[in-house]
């Protein structure tokens, strides 16, 4: 079945710090997600890529669907303690809304 | 600002009762999922639903029922709960916010059951 490879799974890094981790697969998808949870919460959407090479920001954030639709990367910029959660990658097949889900990526910073 | 709200944040059962889980939406999506969150394993499908009325099994149906009469609700069911369904569960839908084109999914803020 289809799978989504998430990395890295943890991350301790400084306040003021950069940030990448980013989600590959073997299966080709037609949107990506990127979803951040702290302690207790749903997932909350943080960016939506809908096109091959699409390139978009959102404050600090900047994620990129990969040309080949089969990855994805997110990058933080001078990170900040509230940064702190767990960050999903999702793609979606289909036309049903069906996702997938990466493990995580964890992250903690230190101020 | 899209909104996917469940009916408890905090739920504790004993094993064999009938657990309800209820989410509602307030988008008019048509597509209604619900999952289930474990450390190690992430999040799985359960069941989801792009009607009223219709539902389609997840990876991961089995212990669990669903009913959604109303477009706006997607309750999820566990007949006889049992210790391995504690968890966090996620409801989400699918769709536009309003003016927008394209389509993304929302979470609501999770449940978490205890079962013992």
């Known amino acids: 079945g289809q799978q989504l490879n998430q990395s890295p799974q943890s991350m301790f890094i400084q306040e003021g710090e950069d940030v990448s981790m980013n989600c590959t697969s073997s299966s080709i998808f037609n949107t990506w997600l990127w979803y951040k949870q702290e302690p207790g919460e749903g997932p909350v959407l943080l960016i939506a890529l809908y096109k091959a090479g699409e390139l978009t920001s959102n404050g600090r954030l900047t994620a990129q669907f990969g040309i080949t639709r089969k990855d994805s990367f997110l990058n933080i910029s001078a990170s900040i303690p509230s940064d702190v959660g767990i960050y999903f990658c999702a793609g979606q097949w289909g036309s049903q809304g069906n996702l997938i889900f990466g493990k995580g990526t964890k992250l903690s910073v230190k101020p | 600002d899209v909104k996917v709200t469940q009916s408890s944040r905090y739920l504790v059962k004993r094993t064999g009762e009938k657990v309800f889980l209820e989410c509602v939406q307030d988008m008019d999506h048509e597509n209604m999922f619900w999952y289930r969150q474990d450390p190690g394993l992430g999040l799985r499908l359960i069941y989801f639903s792009y009607d009223v009325k219709m539902k389609e099994k997840g990876d991961i149906p089995e212990g669990y029922s669903v009913s959604r009469e109303k477009k706006e609700r997607f309750s999820l069911i566990l007949e006889s709960a049992s210790t391995n369904q504690t968890s966090m569960y996620l409801c989400?839908?699918?769709?536009?916010?309003?003016?927008?084109?394209?389509?993304?999914?929302?979470f609501g803020p999770g449940t978490r059951l205890l079962v013992l």
């Open positions: 989400a839908s699918i769709g536009s916010q309003r003016g927008a084109k394209k389509e993304t999914q929302y």
